[in-house]
């Protein structure tokens, strides 16, 4: 990733054994010294911490979790339900039951209709009942793989957020590592101030420099003071961010054991449409977007599936027992067990069905423009981040050569003033000079490992 850990280079592209070896020893052993006042960092210690605490992370793993749960559910309906049942019932007035009279006489028996009390006051029953769906119209199928797609979305949503989330820190990490540079180039600025003023005070002691010579190099000594001051605020926001996207204490001291350099990447030499290719492959929300594209294609199926007939299968196992009173034993209860096959057929439904599929092909179409505009989004993003990455590099080794010059300028400046032939003015534009090379430098550095950064998260490579 541009930086040398202990005199192991990592290279961007792909994570090797050791790599994950390493990785693994850290998120198993590693973390349970963060609560601890100091902790050593390195570039790949906070990528682990980071996966391991950060809340975004912690949250999309329980969604993963709960749609693994959704598709059990969904699963499950391919197999039968077996419920028991039970249910008691008391007559407080038992119903009376009215038929028409078969041995009617007027003059015998001369009541035309019959009336009698039917039934028990007190009806017990209990039973096992088993269904189980034959034919649905592909509704159960067509829910369980929109199930299962939800799942892989859950996946894909997980890598797209650690993704994110590594970006976030890997320029978080590289920005404390800047600022430190840049503390430690304007602290050896302010030593180079310092040590001109005890030379030009020599000079000026013994006749050589004037009053004037002497105060200039006063005043440079208190111009670096504020801006050493100003970093070093600076430097401590910049650790500030990082803690709270690795989710650690404020007050955890931290020891890192990085520093900014320049590293070259295979990626300098691939060319665009080979890159553009690579993320389109491997991007986790490209994959994202294609799942969801399945799900809206299954809905449409499912939505189809409300047209056709559904065919089910009962059966029913029950035990009934009737008795005025509540003394039952086993012989009053009689067993009843029956199957049956029902069928249920869609005849109309004020075309409300025929409007849900209709609804549902336009989401899908709709969605296939939304992933067009995607993928440009994804080919410009790509596109921005290598040219950014080959500026990058292009302006650090310019840089590089700008800041041997300013080197060797300062040097000579020294010297030649050393022996009086040149100013003290001169060495104080030299070692301005030096000071904002170095600066320039660093910020090119920042500006790379930024830029790579940026490009291996558009090829999902981090």
Do not use: C
Not at 124 to 132: I, P, R, S
Not at 250 to 263: A, K, P, Q, W
Not at 266 to 286: F, G, H, M, Q, S
């Amino acid at each position: 990733m541009g930086l040398i850990f202990k005199g192991v280079t990592y290279q961007a592209g792909g994570i090797d054994m050791v790599r994950k070896n390493l990785v693994a020893i850290i998120m198993l052993f590693g973390l349970i010294q963060l609560n601890a006042q100091d902790i050593e960092l390195t570039l790949e210690r906070a990528k682990a911490i980071a996966l391991e605490n950060n809340q975004e992370i912690q949250m999309a793993r329980k969604e993963v979790e709960k749609a693994r749960y959704m598709l059990v559910e969904a699963r499950g309906n391919f197999f039968p339900s077996i419920s028991a049942f039970s249910s008691f019932q008391h007559a407080w007035e038992l119903p009376t039951v009215i038929m028409n009279n078969p041995f009617y006489d007027p003059i015998r028996n001369p009541n035309k209709k019959l009336y009698f009390k039917m039934g028990t006051e007190n009806n017990l029953v209990y039973g096992f009942n088993l269904q189980l769906p034959i034919f649905t119209g592909g509704s159960i199928y067509n829910g369980y793989k929109i199930a299962k797609i939800s799942y892989e979305i859950a996946e894909a949503q997980l890598k797209s957020k650690e993704q994110e989330v590594l970006s976030n820190v890997i320029t978080a990490y590289y920005n404390v590592l800047f600022m430190r540079s840049m503390l430690k180039v304007t602290t050896e600025a302010l030593e180079a101030a310092e040590e001109n003023y005890r030379q030009v005070k020599k000079f000026y002691e013994v006749g050589k420099a004037s009053e004037f010579d002497l105060i200039r190099a006063e005043v440079q000594v208190a111009n670096y003071k504020p801006q050493l001051l100003s970093i070093k605020n600076q430097v401590k926001l910049s650790e500030d961010r990082l803690k709270i996207l690795l989710n650690l204490d404020e007050e955890v001291g931290i020891t890192y054991m990085d520093s900014l350099i320049f590293e070259g990447t295979e990626y300098l030499n691939k060319d665009l449409d080979t890159l553009i290719n690579i993320a389109i492959e491997n991007r986790a929300d490209v994959k994202l977007l294609k799942l969801q594209k399945e799900i809206l294609n299954r809905q449409v199926k499912l939505s189809i599936s409300s047209l056709m007939p559904t065919v089910a299968f009962t059966t029913n196992l029950q035990y009934q027992g009737q008795k005025d009173d509540l003394d039952f034993t086993s012989e009053d209860f009689f067993k009843s067990f029956n199957s049956s096959v029902s069928i249920s057929i869609p005849l109309f439904t004020g075309f409300r069905n025929y409007a849900k599929i209709q609804q549902k092909k336009i989401e899908v179409k709709r969605f296939d423009n939304q992933m067009e505009s995607f993928i440009r989004a994804i080919k410009l993003e790509v596109k921005t981040a290598w040219m950014t990455l080959k500026e990058a590099a292009q302006n650090l080794e310019t840089q590089q050569t700008i800041l041997e010059q300013a080197k060797e300028s300062y040097r000579l400046a020294n010297l030649m003033y050393k022996e009086g032939m040149n100013t003290q003015l001169d060495v104080i534009n030299a070692q301005i000079a030096l000071n904002q090379s170095k600066m320039n430098y660093q910020r090119y550095l920042l500006e790379y490992n930024t830029a790579l950064v940026k490009l291996l998260k558009a090829l999902n490579q981090l």
